[in-house]
């Protein structure tokens, strides 16, 4: 059974860094791709940034230039690092998985999520 553990998120002020991290249960080198969703009250998930195991990335044009993920196959572990918060960056951030290699979204594995709030 596939588990993804979120933690790192909390409370930071505008312009603030957090960096979220997401323990997978297993080997993460079975998933093609690993990523971050986010939901903020009143609206959809959306796919905040991706990396698949040949090394591409992508990230959503709202956080482009602030936020990085990375992902350590030795530690079965994905980061994503926040940097120049905004308030509108508020949202539960999910860590999610996929080992398929095409029409994977929306993933078919989700962590619990974990709560970013930016205050202004």
Not at 6 to 28: D, F, H, K, N, Y
């Amino acid at each position: 059974q596939v588990q993804l553990v979120e933690s790192g998120g909390g409370l930071v002020q505008a312009g603030g860094s957090l960096r979220l991290s997401c323990a997978a249960s297993g080997s993460i080198g079975s998933f093609y791709v690993m990523g971050w969703c986010r939901q903020a009250p009143g609206k959809q998930r959306e796919l905040v940034a991706g990396t698949t195991s040949d090394g591409s990335t992508n990230y959503a044009d709202s956080v482009k230039g602030r936020f990085t993920i990375s992902r350590d196959n030795a530690k079965n572990t994905v980061y994503l690092q926040m940097n120049s918060l905004k308030p509108e960056d508020t949202a539960v951030y999910y860590c999610v998985a996929d080992r398929r290699r095409a029409n994977w979204y929306p993933p078919k594995y989700w962590g619990q999520g974990t709560q970013v709030t930016v205050s202004s």
